[in-house]
C-alpha cells in the first residue's frame, strides 16, 4: 500500500490511503486514430496514437491496446495530444512520441518528444522550443517523427508553424534546427482564422528513410521529407541530412500527406490530396517516384477530375513490396474507400464498387458485434450502409510480418482483418473492430443515479452512453435523438426514471428527456434561439426542468414547452435542489442565484468571494435541502472549492483545498452518513482527485503519479452504491473509474429466503418476426463471482439469432448463458449486461424466472 498525502485545512498531513484500481468504463474507440505503427523488425510490436488521447501499445496476447500516456500530469495536459510516434526497429524497447495538442493559445505548453526504453511503460521528457499540434489540422499527415533505421542514435522531426526540420543525434534527448534544409512549409487551411487553429502553417509533415543506402552503425544516406507546400511538396538528401533539394519533376497543386518507400523495388509511393486534412480534401493523386532513375509515375486509381476526395492511407505489404493499398480519406459518403494494387499500381481493386447505383458489393464483412454501438443506430438508404467502412481513414497499415493482418483508423475506431488475402483471392475479407483498451472519448458530465444504470455519460462527438456494466461495451449511444456533443445530463433524484441531456446538434431538437433511467428517449422542444446544448437541470421529483442552453435565455418548463426565467442571466451554470422539487440554483460571474418558484424567477444571493472568472461546476447534495458545493475559477483569480449550508446565501471556503475544478458525492464510507465527496483538485500543492469522508475536514489522494490522465476538470462523480467508487471525467482517455482495495460498507449476506441476484429482461427493439433484447444481471451476494452461468426459459418459443458479451446454448425454450474470459469476475454488487436478437411469432412475452450461478433471482 503506498502512502499518501493527507489534508486537514491548511496544513497537510501523512496518512496512509486506500490503494486504488483504476479502469476504464468500457466504450472501446470513440474518437480519431490518425497514426498506427509497426514496428520493422519485431513482430507484433505495434503502436497506434491519437489526437487527443495519448498513445498506445498493441498486447497481442489479448489482443487489446494499453494505455501508455496516464501519466501525464494536469500541468501538462497538452502532452496527450500525439502528433507522431516512431518505434525503433534497432532496439524495439525504444519509442518516442511527438507530444503536444495545439499550436495556438489553447495549449499553454510548449510541445516535448517524450522517449521511452521500455515500450512506453515510462517516460522522459525532452522540451521543445515550440508548440506541436495532435489536434490541429493536417494531423493525420505523416509520420513527422522518424528514426534513422541503420543508426538509431538519430531521429528527424517535422515541426509545425515555420519552424522547419530537427533533429537529434543522441537518441531523442537533445535537439536542434536543420538550419540546411530549405523549406518550412507555407500551406494554411484558412490564412483568415485569427484564432490561429486554421491559420497555423502546417510545416514539415513526413519523413522517410531509404533503408537501401545505409548499413549497420552508419547514418543512411538518402531520405525523403514532406513538406505542407503544394508547390514544393517533397525534398531529398543523399549526404545524410547535410545538404537537401527539391525532389525534381514532382506533381504540383497538391499535398503529399504521405511518403511509403519501398526499398525492394527502389519506389518511393506518395499520397496527395488537395488540402491538409482530416476533416477536407476534395480532390487527390498516388504517385511512384523511381529511386534509382528519377522518373514519375501517376498511378492514381481514378483519375483526379473523378475524384471527390483526397488520398492519404498509404501501406506497402512488406512480404510481397508489389502490394500497396491507399485510402479515400475525405470520402464522407457514401463512404470511406480503400484502394489496393498487386502490381506496384499498375492497376487497382477497390474495397466496395457499385453494381447498379445505388446497389454496392463489398469486397469485405463488417462485424461490429463487439462494439455494436458503432452502427450509431442507423439505417440510410443505398448507397450508405451502416456501419460505416469509415471516414479520416489517414491510418492505414498492413502488418509487416502478416500480410493477412492490415489495420486502420477511422473517425471513431480501429478496425482490421486477419484475412486480408481474401481480397485478391476472390472471396471476401473480414473486418471487425481492433479497438479494445484504446479509450478515447471526451467527457463533459457524468452522472451515477441511485438506482438504474449506475453511470450515464455525456460525451463529445458519440453523444453519450447508459452504462448498465461498467466492463462491457454499451449496445448503442442515446438515441431519438442523437446529438453530435451531450453537454450536460442530470436525473430526478427521487425518480432517478427521470432523465434530463442537452447537447450539440445540427439540426432538430437540443433537449431530450427519458422515463425509463435513460434506456429510451424522445426529443423535447427548443426555446427560439438555441444554438447549443448548455448546462440541464432536473427536479428533485422530475417534475420540471431548468435548462440554461447556447443562444437562449434560461428557461423553465416540462420539455415540451418554456418560459424563460427572470432575475438569471443567459448563460449561468444551472442545478437542482435534490430535496426540494421548487429549489434550483444557477451561478454567474462570481453571483449564485437561487428559484424557489420551479426557475421562474430567480434571486442573486449577498454570498460573496466566490470566483468571477474561470469555469465554475456545483451540486447540491442529494437527502439535504440546500446543502452546496461549488468547484471552480482560473489560475492567477479566485480558485478553489466552497460550501454552502443554507441554500447559497452564505459560502464558505474549504481550507487547504487551493485548487478545485469538479465536485461529486459517493455512498458514506462505513460508519459514516455525510456522502463521501470526490474532487479534482490542488490541495498541499498536489494536483489529483481527492476523496473526504468528514464533509471536506481532511483530504486524501487517491490517485499516483501512473494515474493522473492529463485533464480532468470537467466532472466527477461518486456512486451512491458502492463505497469508495468514483468516476472520473478525461479530455480524450474516456471515463475512468477507480475502485478502493478496502472498499467497505458492503451488503450483507442475504437472508434465508431471499435471492442472491437481480435480473433486469428488457426488448430494446421489436419488429414483425424479430427482436432485440438485454438482459443485466447483479450479483447481490456478499461474494465476488469468478466465474458465472446464468438460466432463463422464453414463455413464447423464441429463438436467439445471435448474442454478444456472453457464451449461449438454447435447448428448447431453455437459454444457458456463461461468462466470457474477459467478464468472468462479477464482484459483490457489480453487474454484466449481455444483449441479444432473436426471432418471435404471435406473442413475445418476458421470461419469468431467471438464475445465476443456481441462486434464482430477484426481477426488476
Not at 488537395?274 to 509515375?297: F, I
Request: with cysteine; hydrophobic share 35%.
Amino acid at each position: 500500500m503506498r502512502s499518501a498525502p493527507q489534508f486537514a485545512a491548511a496544513t497537510p498531513q501523512s496518512a496512509a490511503a486506500d490503494a486504488y484500481t483504476w479502469k476504464n468504463v468500457r466504450i472501446d474507440g470513440g474518437g480519431f486514430v490518425p497514426g498506427i505503427v509497426f514496428n520493422r523488425s519485431e513482430k507484433n510490436l505495434a503502436y497506434a496514437r491519437t489526437d487527443i488521447g495519448g498513445a498506445y501499445r498493441w498486447e497481442q496476447s489479448t489482443k487489446s491496446w494499453k494505455p501508455l500516456l496516464d501519466s501525464v500530469d494536469w500541468e501538462h495536459w497538452g502532452h496527450t495530444g500525439v502528433v507522431s510516434l516512431a518505434s525503433d526497429a534497432v532496439d524495439p524497447d525504444r519509442v518516442y512520441v511527438a507530444a503536444g495538442t495545439y499550436t495556438n493559445s489553447w495549449d499553454p505548453t510548449n510541445g516535448a518528444i517524450l522517449r521511452s526504453a521500455d515500450r512506453g511503460a515510462s517516460w522522459q521528457s525532452s522540451a521543445l522550443p515550440f508548440k506541436l499540434g495532435g489536434n490541429m489540422p493536417g494531423r493525420g499527415m505523416g509520420e513527422r517523427l522518424a528514426i534513422d533505421p541503420h543508426d538509431n542514435r538519430v531521429l528527424y522531426l517535422g515541426a509545425p508553424s515555420g519552424k522547419g526540420l530537427w533533429r537529434s543525434t543522441d537518441a531523442g534527448v537533445t535537439w536542434s534546427q536543420v538550419t540546411a534544409f530549405p523549406n518550412p512549409g507555407n500551406y494554411q487551411q484558412d490564412p483568415t482564422d485569427t484564432s490561429g487553429y486554421a491559420s497555423d502553417n502546417q510545416g514539415i509533415v513526413w519523413v522517410t528513410f531509404d533503408e537501401s543506402t545505409g548499413t549497420a552503425g552508419s547514418r543512411t544516406k538518402t531520405l525523403y521529407v514532406g513538406v505542407a507546400d503544394k508547390e514544393n511538396a517533397v525534398y531529398r538528401s543523399t549526404d545524410a541530412g547535410v545538404t537537401w533539394s527539391r525532389l525534381p519533376g514532382q506533381p504540383t497543386g497538391y499535398l503529399a500527406h504521405k511518403g511509403v518507400l519501398d526499398a525492394v523495388n527502389g519506389y518511393l509511393y506518395l499520397a496527395y490530396s488537395d488540402t491538409g486534412g482530416p476533416y477536407d480534401g476534395g480532390k487527390g493523386q498516388v504517385w511512384r517516384y523511381t529511386t534509382a532513375t528519377g522518373a514519375w509515375k501517376d498511378i492514381s486509381p481514378l483519375a483526379a477530375a473523378d475524384t471527390y476526395f483526397g488520398y492519404s492511407g498509404l501501406t506497402v505489404d512488406r512480404q510481397h513490396p508489389g502490394t500497396v493499398m491507399v485510402s479515400g480519406y475525405s470520402s464522407w459518403w457514401p463512404d470511406t474507400q480503400i484502394f489496393r494494387t498487386t502490381d506496384s499500381g499498375g492497376t487497382w481493386t477497390r474495397a466496395w464498387d457499385y453494381t447498379s447505383y445505388p446497389n454496392r458489393a463489398n469486397r469485405y464483412t463488417l462485424n461490429v458485434s463487439s462494439v455494436p454501438w458503432l452502427s450509431w443506430g442507423a439505417n440510410p438508404s443505398p448507397p450508405e450502409q451502416a456501419p460505416k467502412l469509415g471516414w479520416m481513414t489517414e491510418a492505414l497499415e498492413i502488418d509487416p510480418f502478416d500480410s493477412e493482418r492490415m489495420m486502420y483508423g477511422t473517425g471513431a475506431t480501429v478496425y482490421g482483418t486477419e484475412n486480408l488475402g481474401q481480397w485478391d483471392r476472390g472471396g471476401t475479407f473480414s473486418l471487425t473492430p481492433m479497438v479494445r483498451g484504446l479509450e478515447e472519448t471526451a467527457v463533459n458530465d457524468l452522472a451515477s443515479p441511485p438506482s438504474g444504470a449506475p453511470l450515464l455519460s455525456a460525451l463529445g462527438d458519440v453523444g453519450g452512453f447508459r452504462h448498465t456494466d461498467l466492463a462491457a461495451v454499451p449496445p448503442l449511444m442515446f438515441q431519438s435523438p442523437n446529438f453530435t456533443t451531450t453537454t450536460s445530463l442530470d436525473y430526478a433524484e427521487k425518480d432517478p426514471n427521470t432523465v434530463v441531456r442537452v447537447g450539440n446538434a445540427d439540426t432538430g431538437a437540443h433537449l431530450a428527456l427519458s422515463h425509463d433511467n435513460g434506456a429510451t428517449w424522445y426529443a423535447g422542444s427548443d426555446p427560439a434561439g438555441v444554438t447549443g446544448g448548455g448546462t440541464v437541470a432536473a427536479a428533485s421529483d422530475g417534475s420540471r426542468f431548468v435548462w440554461s442552453p447556447e443562444g437562449a435565455a434560461v428557461q423553465t418548463g416540462g420539455g415540451s414547452s418554456w418560459t424563460a426565467s427572470a432575475g438569471v442571466p443567459a448563460g449561468a451554470v444551472v442545478e437542482s435542489d435534490r430535496v426540494d422539487p421548487k429549489t434550483f440554483y444557477a451561478v454567474a460571474s462570481g453571483t449564485f442565484y437561487v428559484s424557489t418558484d420551479g426557475g421562474a424567477t430567480f434571486t442573486a444571493k449577498a454570498s460573496t468571494g466566490l470566483p468571477s472568472s474561470g469555469p465554475v461546476r456545483f451540486k447540491a447534495l442529494p437527502g439535504v435541502r440546500g446543502d452546496i458545493w461549488l468547484a471552480g475559477g482560473s489560475t492567477g483569480g479566485t480558485y478553489g472549492l466552497w460550501h454552502s449550508t443554507d441554500a447559497g446565501t452564505s459560502f464558505t471556503r474549504v481550507p487547504g483545498v487551493q485548487e478545485a475544478d469538479t465536485v461529486g458525492f459517493g455512498k458514506a464510507a462505513p460508519g459514516a452518513t455525510y456522502p463521501a465527496l470526490y474532487t479534482s483538485a490542488k490541495i498541499g500543492s498536489v494536483r489529483g482527485i481527492f476523496r473526504s469522508t468528514d464533509a471536506g475536514v481532511t483530504w486524501v489522494r487517491i490517485n499516483d503519479s501512473a494515474h493522473q490522465w492529463g485533464w480532468t476538470g470537467a466532472a466527477i462523480t461518486g456512486d451512491p452504491r458502492v463505497f469508495g467508487r468514483v468516476y472520473v471525467s478525461t479530455n480524450g482517455r474516456g471515463v475512468i473509474y477507480g475502485d478502493s482495495a478496502d472498499p467497505g460498507g458492503g451488503g450483507e449476506d442475504p437472508p434465508p429466503g431471499s435471492t442472491a441476484c437481480t435480473a433486469v429482461y428488457k426488448v430494446t427493439n421489436q419488429w414483425q418476426g424479430g427482436f432485440q433484447a438485454e438482459l443485466t444481471l447483479r450479483n447481490d451476494s456478499a461474494q465476488p463471482l469468478n466465474g458465472w452461468t446464468a438460466t432463463f426459459a422464453f414463455p413464447n418459443g423464441q429463438k436467439i439469432a445471435q448474442l454478444w458479451n456472453a457464451a449461449y446454448r438454447q435447448d428448447g425454450a431453455q437459454v444457458t448463458v456463461t461468462n466470457l474470459s474477459w467478464n468472468a469476475a462479477l464482484p459483490a454488487g457489480g453487474t454484466t449486461t449481455l444483449g441479444f436478437t432473436g426471432s418471435w411469432s404471435g406473442t413475445n412475452g418476458t421470461p419469468a424466472a431467471f438464475t445465476l450461478g443456481g441462486s434464482p433471482c430477484a426481477t426488476g
